[in-house]
């Protein structure tokens, strides 16, 4: 059973920085692409970055030269830098494996607030 726990979420001002953490137990960690997305109320869940096996990166625009994915296969875990925090980034954040997100269950996810 794969399961996943975000943390590091906040509030934090507008242009200011946090990093998220997954910790990944079960499974195969090393051989799962891995992804962070996020959620509003009412919203769908958006995919905002992915990184690859190989270590490949892809971000949405909305994130990208602002957040950076990263991934440490000894612990199992994925991060995400951001940086220059906007309101807009209100979210509650999660992690996954995205061809998985069918079969592993969701994590709690962690809340970022960015507000003044």
């Known amino acids: 059973q794969v399961q996943f726990v975000e943390s590091g979420g906040g509030l934090v001002q507008p242009g200011g920085s946090l990093r998220l953490s997954c910790v990944v137990s079960g499974g195969s960690f090393r051989t799962y692409d891995m992804g962070w997305y996020r959620q509003t109320p009412g919203e769908r869940r958006e995919m905002i970055a992915t990184?690859?096996?190989?270590?490949?990166?892809n971000y949405a625009e909305s994130v990208k030269g602002r957040f950076t994915i990263s991934r440490d296969n000894t612990e199992k875990a994925v991060y995400l830098q951001m940086d220059s925090l906007r309101p807009e980034d209100t979210a509650v954040y999660f992690c996954?494996?995205?061809?998985?997100?069918?079969?592993?269950?969701w994590g709690q996810g962690t809340q970022v607030t960015v507000s003044s």
């Open positions: 990184i690859g096996t190989g270590g490949r990166t």
């Open positions: 996954n494996a995205p061809l998985y997100v069918r079969d592993f269950a």
